[in-house]
T-cell receptor, first 114, second 116 residues
């Protein structure tokens, strides 16, 4: 069964600190993996897109990694800011599967405190 | 290109009433998806279209729910005889689908439905 598991479920950190969010997936076949940021009451916004051959990709203070062998991805946030408080959702895109080819994780809720 | 647009942003309705939401995708995107999201959960797939054809419907999409995309552009999601359990955020996304490779997957800001 295609699944995406995220950990931790929630996380509280102090402003300025770094953090790493995890995503493990059992999705086959694999097309690409995306990290989205979702502010409360808003739609998800794409942060990074990782294809099979990419190991690391950065977008400002966000760095995503992908290990296609172990089927794990991480999102590292550097020097956190209050505006980073949001849910971060890992989505794996597959080919020809159900659910329109998108398999969602449940998200990690990040709270950045001053 | 103004992104994916959803209207209304918020809807409060009484139990038993019908509601309709609209989604305008990015113009060149041929795929359109509907999701439901409850508090603290990830989006749950409801249905998706490729052009005007509805290719898949989730079991979550009961007979009270219907979605259309009549001309392959905007889409509507209607909920009949709303129940309190229908209270959720309804998200729309669009992509440019091609065999084995999809691009986009841009989400709208969602419609927050509250059934009282």
């Amino acid at each position: 069964k295609n699944q995406v598991e995220q950990s931790p479920q929630s996380l509280i950190i102090l402003e300025g600190k770094n953090c790493t969010l995890q995503c493990n997936y059992t999705v086959s076949p694999f097309s690409n993996l995306r990290w989205y940021k979702q502010d409360t009451g808003r739609g998800p916004v794409s942060l990074t897109i990782m294809t099979f051959s990419e190991n690391t990709k950065s977008n400002g203070r966000y760095t995503a990694t992908l290990d296609a062998d172990t089927k794990q991805s991480s999102l590292h946030i550097t020097a956190s800011q209050l505006s980073d408080s949001a849910s971060y959702i890992c989505v794996v895109i597959t080919y020809g599967g159900s659910q329109g080819n998108l398999i969602f994780g449940k998200g990690t809720k990040l709270s950045v405190k001053p | 290109d103004t992104g994916v647009s959803q209207n209304p942003r918020h809807k409060i309705t009484k139990r038993g009433q019908n509601v309709t939401f609209r989604c305008d995708p990015i113009s060149e995107h041929n795929r359109l998806y509907w999701y439901r999201q409850t508090l603290g959960q990830g989006p749950e797939f409801l249905t998706y279209f490729q052009n005007e054809a509805q290719l898949e419907k989730s079991r979550l999409l009961s007979d009270r729910f219907s979605a259309e995309r009549p001309k392959g552009s905007f889409s509507t999601l209607e909920i009949q005889r709303t129940e309190q359990g229908d209270s959720a955020m309804y998200l729309c996304a669009s992509s440019f689908g091609w065999t084995g490779t999809d691009y986009g997957y841009t989400f709208g800001s969602g419609t927050r439905l509250t059934v009282v």
